[in-house]
């Protein structure tokens, strides 16, 4: 079957554009997170859906940053006048379950590029 | 302060001999902790997860170690090829539910 696929693969973006960020999550699956890495960090957690649930937006980095899954299926996730600290790789990754013990299955991210 | 740490040099090691990498952490008391493989341009992979009350956890070539006394977590991958070559991440859940924080992983490199 197919796994975390994430749309699209690179974006390059001015300054103050606005830009939105698509996963389609392995079908079925009830978590979905959406994380932020920087060249040579680890995935830094943004937010988490339980189905079509935002439980926790503890992790996005200011009000400019909005997802949404309103079906419980694909997420989005948006990004409001880009600035140039946003450049990074945007990871969409779901698990079957809502459990700490699930493994994440990962897609291969978004490249952002805010010039 | 809360933070994971991984050797943030690169690790290069002859195939065929064990890797060892380390993830050190302080002031979490984690559940969990899962061990992770990232590719250049590519997501993260799991490999194995385990448990607080378990020291040690095998799959195939690969064995992961959970010392909740020391903070410390060891990940070994025995008779190492040059496919192995890949940046490790290990993450560890600090409050028992979906929130998984991440160290900045090592990079791996077994040389031919």
């Known amino acids: 079957g197919a796994g975390v696929s994430q749309s699209p693969r690179y974006k390059v973006a001015k300054r103050g554009q606005d830009v939105a960020l698509r996963c389609d999550p392995i079908s079925g699956h009830v978590s979905l997170f959406w994380y932020q890495q920087a060249l040579g960090q680890g995935p830094e957690f943004l937010t988490y859906f339980q189905n079509e649930a935002q439980l926790d937006k503890s992790g996005l980095p200011s009000d400019r940053f909005f997802a949404e899954r309103p079906e419980g299926s694909v997420s989005t996730l948006k990004i409001q006048r880009t600035q140039q600290e946003d450049s990074a790789v945007y990871l969409c990754?779901?698990?079957?379950?809502?459990?700490?013990?699930?493994?994440?299955?990962f897609g291969p991210g978004t490249r952002l590029t805010v010039l | 302060s809360q933070k994971i740490e991984q050797n943030s040099e690169a690790l290069n090691i002859q195939e065929g001999k064990t890797a060892t990498l380390t993830c050190n952490y302080t002031?979490?008391?984690?559940?969990?902790l899962q061990w992770y493989r990232q590719d250049p341009g590519r997501g993260p992979v799991f490999l194995l997860l385990i448990r607080e009350n378990e020291k040690e956890k095998r799959k195939e070539r690969l064995k992961v170690t959970f010392d909740t006394t020391l903070k410390q977590s060891l990940f070994h991958i025995t008779a190492s090829q040059p496919a192995d070559s890949a940046t490790y991440l290990c993450?560890?859940?600090?409050?028992?539910?979906?929130?998984?924080?991440f160290g900045t992983g090592t990079r791996l490199k077994v040389l031919a």
């Open positions: 002031n979490y008391s984690p559940a969990y």
């Open positions: 993450a560890l859940d600090p409050s028992g539910t979906y929130k998984y924080i």
């Open positions: 990754a779901s698990s079957p379950g809502a459990g700490a013990a699930d493994e994440q299955f």
